[in-house]
């Protein structure tokens, strides 16, 4: 049977009782968050599908999913054993969804029931996704998972026949030293404050001040912060510092759920009470044994001892022992990552190395104590008594009542740490028998998670309008989520708060921020103020925007820019002079160009063919005699200055001429009439865009209306000339009217009345009277002055085309873009 189908059917019946209960359940939850949003009077928005595959009402094997987007981008936070189960069961229930869509993997810290499973889902699943979690995380995640493996090895039946025997390996060795190693080679390490973007996909990282290297994950995607706290603590102790608080408020806060509704008693009486408990079973000459985690507690509860030892002379006879080769290997990561410990732990290291213990034995294994009958402390692994040195430890001590178990982490369900604390009599030992159990029993927690009122506390400063709690047991996170709501009743606040079960779907609608980040080159140009308006292109990238210049979109989008250059030939017999007088009557900016020719394509191949001729001669010329040599040098010497006169006579028709509008937005080339083209001609050339589009329109019309302009404008444009220079200033001004009249005909129709000698003009534009006195270039209409300026602009842009300095008047060019309104005639 495969690894997913044995997952799959031994997990199953860990489900069916409450499957109903689950449905029921999950559409409450659905409902409350619609309802919430439909309160508002608000669409609906975009859907948030958060699903706890583990630590769902229960602690244990945590692994909680968010799905963003309807599964477009998915998040795995967590991927733990439950340390009462063994085998497949203890996984997370990976069968409940595709785990191939999982983008991303972050794991908070190294305890077992937040990261053991992760061989296991990087290569026996199809696991796709990138891998995340803390420099120090990292670190102490593979000294503790090669120490499981060594143990799950160690675990695996010894007899049986040998189909069998690997079916047994299958199930309790979940994965071995190759899957470790290729996990690591996959994970990747992440720092505290740093973000990430990881395909839109937005990590940030906060301290958790659980164990070293333990964070909180902040995920945006798409303006929807869900902030997942893992196991955390608010109270700084002896060796970490409190958690962070992110700056901004989260839409959706996942958090522990582990002490519920219960507080925790100040921490200065906690460890009284401890060092107590312990000097009153050593004072009876007793043993103490104290089940921790390899790594976390037990450094904290290793500075407590060094410290009471130190201030208590006469306790220095008694060895404190620590259990566990692996804590001794990890001391040298705290001594590397000193910067994520507290101030004081800082400022000891100034001094000392504060691990460096005075009063701290190792002990190899159990075995070692067998002829100490005097008091000691035992710090042994594991915390919950399953197996390990602890269990053995236990078994061996817990029938005398001078001996004594102090259980300093939480207490999980199903374990026998859990089941010592109830007040029973008997338990059983691994190897069937019946122990009495005579030793006393304390519990004092120093488990370094949120109590409740430190959870009040920092759900009252994040203020998130939808919290789902996980890591808790059913009572407790019911217990909690009453008691969350009526605090946000009690306040005035809407808090949707859920507690979800393993496979329940929690679904929530939220309107995630639309904040677009101007960059590029329209950021560097100017920074915009309150109330500006900012045009460019929106870009939506990794569920972002960004605001940028269209010649900027290909450097933060994959579109790729291209321009469209749009080229029109219109059939003209007009000369480019005339052309640009015409065009300098309606814009400015313009400029002559000087274009070359692209020659024929068959004028290549006839280069080719002259330049062999040209060899064939000269080889030809070399067979001559010596005695014409001077006679051939002086052919030739002739025959290349002809041709040189030639290629000057030609030079006119290689270059054709033009002119640019508005900085080159529009080129307007003159053509000769050629075989391709076979009238004379002019080349409308200009890059589209909607501005340049209306350029090339107008200079189209004007084109179009010389080509059936008067030939009486021509004759009246070289007499003009003529007059110039002449210095003939009546004449000049005589023709300068004529010209003025030619022009405003052409383009408002004909007029009314000319009369040449007082130079006055009546026309009708629109059906409105106008008439135009041109000695002082004065308009007037009395029926509307919106037609007066329009004619009145016309006759100073004429003037500028005919260069009359005089009356010429600044107007407005029709291509300028900034500074108000252009004005086309």
């Given at each position: 049977?495969s690894?997913?189908?044995?997952?799959?059917?031994?997990?199953?019946?860990?489900?069916?009782?409450?499957?109903?209960?689950?449905?029921?359940?999950?559409?409450?939850?659905?409902?409350?968050?619609?309802?919430?949003?439909?309160?508002?009077?608000?669409?609906?928005?975009?859907?948030?599908?958060l699903?706890?595959?583990?630590?769902?009402?229960?602690?244990?094997?945590?692994?909680?999913?968010?799905?963003?987007?309807?599964?477009?981008?998915?998040?795995?936070?967590?991927?733990?054993?439950?340390?009462?189960?063994?085998?497949?069961?203890?996984?997370?229930?990976?069968?409940?969804?595709?785990?191939?869509?999982?983008?991303?993997?972050?794991?908070?810290?190294?305890?077992?029931?937040?990261?053991?499973?992760?061989?296991f889902?990087?290569n026996?699943?199809?696991?796709?996704?990138?891998?995340?979690?803390?420099?120090a995380?990292?670190?102490?995640?593979?000294?503790?998972?090669?120490?499981?493996?060594?143990?799950s090895?160690?675990?695996?039946?010894?007899?049986?026949?040998?189909?069998?025997?690997?079916?047994?390996?299958?199930?309790?060795?979940?994965?071995?030293?190759?899957?470790?190693?290729?996990?690591?080679?996959?994970?990747?390490?992440?720092?505290?404050?740093?973000?990430?973007?990881?395909?839109?996909?937005k990590?940030?990282?906060?301290?958790?001040?659980?164990?070293?290297?333990?964070?909180?994950?902040?995920?945006?995607?798409?303006?929807?912060?869900?902030?997942?706290?893992?196991?955390?603590s608010?109270?700084?102790?002896?060796?970490?510092?409190?958690?962070?608080?992110?700056?901004?408020?989260?839409?959706?806060?996942?958090?522990?759920?582990?002490?519920?509704?219960?507080?925790?008693?100040?921490?200065?009486?906690?460890?009284?009470?401890?060092?107590?408990?312990?000097?009153?079973?050593?004072?009876?000459?007793?043993?103490?044994?104290?089940?921790?985690?390899?790594?976390?507690?037990?450094?904290?509860?290793?500075?407590?001892?060094?410290?009471?030892?130190?201030?208590?002379?006469?306790?220095?006879h008694?060895?404190?022992?620590?259990?566990?080769?692996?804590?001794?290997?990890?001391?040298?990561?705290?001594?590397?990552?000193?910067?994520?410990?507290?101030?004081?732990?800082?400022?000891?290291?100034?001094?000392?190395?504060?691990?460096?213990?005075?009063?701290?034995?190792?002990?190899?294994?159990?075995?070692?104590?067998?002829?100490?009958?005097?008091?000691?402390?035992?710090?042994a692994?594991?915390?919950?008594?399953?197996?390990g040195?602890?269990?053995?430890?236990?078994?061996?001590?817990?029938?005398?009542?001078?001996?004594?178990?102090?259980i300093?982490?939480?207490?999980?369900?199903?374990?026998?740490?859990?089941e010592i604390l109830?007040?029973?009599?008997?338990?059983?030992?691994r190897?069937?028998?019946?122990?009495?159990?005579?030793?006393s029993?304390?519990?004092?927690?120093?488990?370094a998670?949120?109590?409740?009122?430190?959870?009040?506390?920092?759900?009252?400063?994040?203020?998130?309008?939808?919290?789902?709690l996980?890591?808790?047991?059913?009572?407790?996170m019911?217990?909690?989520?009453?008691?969350?709501?009526?605090?946000?009743?009690?306040?005035?606040?809407?808090?949707?708060?859920?507690?979800?079960?393993?496979?329940?779907?929690?679904?929530?609608?939220?309107?995630?921020?639309?904040?677009?980040?101007?960059?590029?080159?329209?950021?560097?140009?100017?920074?915009?103020?309150?109330?500006?308006?900012?045009?460019?292109?929106?870009?939506?990238?990794?569920?972002?925007h960004?605001?940028?210049?269209?010649?900027?979109?290909?450097?933060?989008?994959?579109?790729?820019?291209?321009?469209?250059?749009?080229?029109?030939?219109?059939?003209?017999?007009?000369?480019?002079?005339?052309?640009?007088?015409?065009?300098?009557?309606?814009?400015?900016?313009?400029?002559?160009?000087?274009?070359?020719?692209?020659?024929k394509?068959?004028?290549f191949?006839?280069?080719?063919?002259d330049?062999e001729?040209?060899?064939?001669?000269?080889?030809?010329?070399?067979k001559?005699?010596?005695?014409?040599g001077r006679k051939?040098?002086?052919?030739?010497?002739?025959?290349?200055?002809?041709?040189?006169?030639?290629?000057?006579?030609?030079?006119?028709?290689?270059?054709?001429?033009?002119?640019?509008?508005?900085?080159?937005?529009?080129?307007?080339?003159?053509?000769?009439?050629?075989?391709?083209?076979?009238?004379?001609?002019?080349?409308?050339?200009?890059a589209?865009?909607?501005?340049?589009?209306?350029?090339?329109?107008?200079?189209?019309?004007?084109?179009?209306?010389?080509?059936?302009?008067?030939?009486t404008?021509?004759?009246?444009?070289?007499?003009?000339?003529?007059?110039?220079?002449?210095?003939?200033?009546?004449?000049v001004e005589?023709?300068?009217?004529?010209?003025?009249?030619?022009?405003?005909?052409?383009?408002?129709?004909?007029?009314?009345?000319?009369?040449?000698?007082?130079?006055?003009?009546e026309?009708?534009?629109?059906?409105?009277?106008?008439?135009?006195?041109?000695?002082?270039?004065?308009?007037?209409?009395?029926?509307?002055?919106?037609?007066?300026?329009?004619?009145e602009?016309?006759?100073?842009?004429?003037?500028?085309?005919?260069?009359?300095?005089?009356?010429?008047?600044?107007?407005?060019?029709?291509?300028?873009?900034?500074g108000?309104?252009?004005?086309?005639?």
């Open positions: 049977m690894h997913p189908e044995q997952l799959a059917a031994e997990q199953q019946h860990q489900r069916d009782d409450d499957d109903q209960q689950n449905n029921d359940e999950n559409r409450a939850h659905t409902t409350v968050g619609e309802a919430h949003q439909n309160r508002e009077g608000q669409e609906l928005g975009e859907l948030l599908e699903i706890p595959l583990g630590a769902g009402s229960e602690v244990g094997r945590s692994c909680i999913v968010a799905s963003f987007f309807e599964g477009k981008k998915n998040v795995m936070f967590d991927c733990g054993i439950h340390p009462g189960f063994s085998g497949l069961s203890s996984l997370p229930y990976f069968d409940e969804i595709d785990v191939s869509a999982i983008d991303v993997l972050l794991v908070t810290h190294f305890h077992l029931d937040h990261c053991a499973a992760v061989p889902l990087v026996r699943t199809n696991f796709k996704g990138r891998v995340f979690m803390t420099h995380t990292k670190a102490i995640f593979h000294m503790l998972m090669s120490d499981f493996v060594r143990l090895a160690r675990q695996q039946p010894k007899a049986k026949g040998s189909e069998e025997k690997e079916e047994e390996e299958d199930e309790s060795q979940l994965w071995d030293a190759k899957d470790l190693k290729a996990a690591m080679d996959k994970i990747e390490v992440i720092d505290f404050h740093q973000e990430i973007n990881i395909d839109g996909i990590v940030t990282p906060y301290r958790a001040g659980h164990v070293l290297g333990a964070c909180q994950f902040e995920v945006n995607v798409g303006g929807c912060r869900v902030l997942y706290t893992g196991d955390y608010r109270v700084a102790d002896r060796h970490l510092p409190a958690a962070d608080i992110p700056k901004k408020t989260p839409h959706v806060v996942i958090v522990e759920s582990t002490y519920g509704v219960s507080p925790h008693t100040p921490k200065e009486e906690r460890e009284a009470r401890f060092t107590d408990k312990i000097h009153g079973i050593l004072g009876r000459g007793g043993k103490c044994l104290l089940p921790v985690v390899a790594l976390g507690r037990a450094q904290e509860l290793l500075l407590i001892l060094e410290d009471y030892w130190e201030k208590h002379p006469e306790m220095s008694v060895p404190v022992y620590q259990a566990s080769a692996l804590a001794r290997k990890a001391m040298t990561v705290f001594e590397t990552y000193i910067n994520v410990l507290n101030a004081d732990i800082k400022r000891q290291f100034e001094e000392k190395n504060p691990f460096n213990f005075k009063h701290v034995q190792s002990l190899n294994r159990a075995s070692d104590l067998d002829g100490n009958t005097g008091p000691c402390v035992v710090l692994t594991p915390s919950m008594l399953q197996s040195t602890s269990r053995e430890l236990f078994e061996n001590w817990c029938e005398s009542s001078d001996n004594g178990v102090v300093c982490d939480f207490a999980v369900q199903g374990t026998l740490a859990r109830s007040d029973v009599k008997t338990v059983k030992a190897d069937g028998r019946e122990l009495q159990l005579r030793c029993v304390d519990a004092i927690s120093f488990s998670h949120a109590d409740y009122p430190q959870t009040q506390q920092f759900l009252d400063i994040l203020n998130p309008p939808h919290v789902v996980v890591h808790g047991e059913t009572s407790e019911a217990r909690l989520k009453r008691a969350l709501e009526a605090k946000a009743v009690a306040d005035g606040k809407e808090m949707n708060v859920f507690a979800p079960k393993n496979c329940q779907s929690v679904e929530i609608r939220y309107r995630g921020e639309k904040v677009a980040k101007v960059a590029g080159s329209l950021a560097s140009d100017c920074l915009p103020v309150e109330g500006q308006e900012v045009r460019g292109v929106l870009v939506a990238k990794d569920f972002g960004l605001l940028v210049a269209p010649e900027d979109v290909r450097d933060h989008a994959r579109l790729r820019t291209s321009v469209v250059t749009q080229r029109q030939l219109i059939p003209c017999e007009v000369n480019i002079d005339t052309l640009r007088f015409a065009l300098e009557a309606l814009f400015e900016g313009m400029h002559a160009v000087r274009t070359l020719r692209m020659p394509k068959s004028s191949k006839n280069e080719e063919d330049d001729n040209i060899i064939e001669e000269k080889k030809t010329e070399e001559k005699s010596l005695t014409k051939t040098k002086k052919a030739k010497k002739e025959v290349a200055m002809i041709k040189k006169e030639e290629d000057e006579e030609d030079d006119d028709d290689k270059w054709e001429e033009g002119v640019s509008i508005d900085n080159g937005a529009v080129t307007l080339r003159k053509a000769k009439k050629s075989d391709e083209v076979g009238v004379e001609h002019v080349i409308l050339e200009w589209s865009d909607p501005f340049a589009d209306v350029l090339a329109d107008a200079t189209l019309s004007v084109v179009l209306q010389l080509n059936r302009e008067p030939e404008l021509k004759a009246y444009e070289r007499d003009h000339a003529i007059a110039m220079k002449e210095n003939d200033t009546e004449a005589l023709l300068r009217f004529k010209m003025a009249v030619a022009m405003l005909e052409a383009q408002f129709g004909k007029a009314q009345k000319v009369d040449e000698k007082t130079r006055v003009l026309m009708n534009v629109d059906a409105k009277r106008v008439t135009i006195l041109h000695a002082t270039r004065t308009v007037a209409c009395d029926e509307d002055e919106s037609t007066r300026s329009r004619v602009l016309a006759l100073g842009r004429i003037d500028e085309a005919i260069a009359d300095c005089s009356y010429a008047r600044r107007v407005r060019s029709a291509t300028t873009t900034g108000g309104g252009a004005t086309a005639v």
